[in-house]
């Protein structure tokens, strides 16, 4: 088991600080993203979206606390938010080095549950999680793209999930969750072959930041032994330590929290 590092992970691998965009950034790992850059000092700016921000109080302290964080409005389903969203973003005329996803859905309180089984899968649900896991990584990057750097070395990175993966799955279930996380990975693959072509230091890869403790993986924790449950300081140490070590030959691949490559 790696030691949980004590300190946040500096991004020796940018130039100098990053200006960041963390989307899904009122809670879980997208906060603790927010949270382990302002507080370490890497970001010259980190613009923080999440869909409502009046309703994301940790997130309004980082961004009161830290004059790095600057919060932004964005539903990841809906194109016209991205389109505003970039708009703030392209008026301060900073090229963003560092672009994550955080966004994501596999449950929602007093919704629905991942599906068990066949008869519990509902149309309505897998759209919304199509909507918000599939297509709203993509929307994101088309928005952002025109702000990566034409040369220098770009991030461009989506959490999706191992469930996700194809050629992994041995147990079933969770229909909604892992198509639409098979979707968002097949699109960001799609991504990464045209992206490289505009913005040559880019790299665009999935990664799965392992069972992490929040909101979204708290029902399912039962069965996780304790040192594979991470907590998501330590989560997005682990993934800032992947992203340092990404070269361009990592582009359009699909990475765990350990740097291993998933299958799709
Ligand atoms: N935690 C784990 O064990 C684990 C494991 C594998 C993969 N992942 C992936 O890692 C990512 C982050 O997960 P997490 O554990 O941090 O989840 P979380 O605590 O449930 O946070 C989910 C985030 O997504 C945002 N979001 C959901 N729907 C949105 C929408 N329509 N528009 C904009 N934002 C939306 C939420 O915003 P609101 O606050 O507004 O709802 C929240 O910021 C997800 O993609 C998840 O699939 C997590």
Known sequence: MPPTPSRPHCLASFPGPVTAFIAGASRGIGLAFVRRLAVGGQARRIWAACRDPEAAAALCGLAAEYRAVRILPLEITDESSHAAAAGIVAAEGEPLNLVINCAGLL???GGPM???????????????????????????????????PRRDRAVFASLSARVGSIGDNRLGGWYAYRGSKAAQNMFLRTLSIELVRRARGAVCVVLHPGTTDTDLSRPFQGGVPRHKLFGPDR??????????????????????????????
Request: avoid cysteine; charged fraction near 25%; charge should be negative.
């Open 114 to 148: 991942p599906e068990r089984r066949l008869a519990e899968v509902r149309a309505d649900w897998l759209l919304e999680a199509f909507a918000v896991n599939g297509a709203g990584p993509l929307l994101l990057a088309k928005h952002l793209e025109p702000m990566l």
């Open 107 to 109: 449950h929602r309180a």
């Open 235 to 264: 989560a997005v140490d682990q993934l800032l330590r992947v992203i340092d070590g990404l070269s361009p030959r990592d582009n359009g691949r699909f990475i765990a929290w350990n740097g291993e490559p998933i299958p799709w």
